[in-house]
């Protein structure tokens, strides 16, 4: 991938594109093919078009690094407006269920959608967690780009043709997966807490 993105990075940083305006860019564009391109039932193509935005997800790092601003504000954009797209992306399929389907797979369907979106987001944040108190919890077999992988990947599959039914089982797949991630990140946080107190057990606990 460096071979691919050194040369465009650099091409954009002599035009005065900004890293941060290449992770802004990329995540309207999600936001806006998202919310429309799947609950109007173009599951392919906006597959497909949010695949290529992503890839902007990692064109500004390469940007940031090759310009010297590489630093804690990039780093929490690109971390904020990943959770903002992500979001998009789910709201967008529990669109897709809700105004393309009907019977059981709209009601099921805009449900584990939404379970995606709110587990995902809590395997986000019990990192993001951890590490503000000083803890680590990378660990998990749901982490975002299996869940963009698999999300897209199931929406692109169905918009070429498969049953909607491949869709809804693979999101709870990723549903079960997120939830599985969740509790790994939780005992492995309560692991590195209970060691923390161990060493030191007048140390104050968090609320």
């Known amino acids: 991938m460096t071979t691919l993105f050194n040369p465009l990075a650099r091409v954009l940083l002599r035009m005065g594109v900004s890293p941060d305006a290449v992770t802004v860019f990329g995540t309207i564009g999600v936001l806006v093919t998202a919310l429309w391109a799947f609950p109007t039932g173009h599951l392919a193509v906006g597959a497909i078009v949010i695949a290529l935005f992503a890839f902007l997800d990692s064109l500004d790092g390469t940007m940031a ?59 986000s944040y019990a990192r993001a967690r951890a590490e503000g108190l000083g803890m680590t919890a990378n660990v998990g077999i749901a982490e975002r780009g299996e869940r963009l992988v698999v999300s ?38 309560r692991t590195q807490a209970l060691a923390a107190r161990a060493v030191s057990p007048s140390a104050p606990s968090e609320a």
């Open 152 to 189: 897209l990947v199931a929406a692109g599959v169905v918009g070429f043709g498969l049953p909607v039914w491949v869709l809804l089982a693979l999101l709870s797949l990723l549903a079960a997966a997120s939830l599985v991630t969740v509790l790994q990140r939780m005992a492995t946080v």
């Open 65 to 123: 690094r090759l310009a010297g601003r590489s630093g804690p504000w990039g780093a929490f954009l690109d971390s904020t407006l990943d959770r903002l797209a992500d979001a998009a992306i789910f709201c967008g399929l529990a669109g897709y269920f809700l105004l393309q389907t009907d019977g059981a797979v709209r009601r099921f369907g805009t449900i584990v959608a939404l379970t995606c979106l709110v587990l995902g987001s809590m395997v």
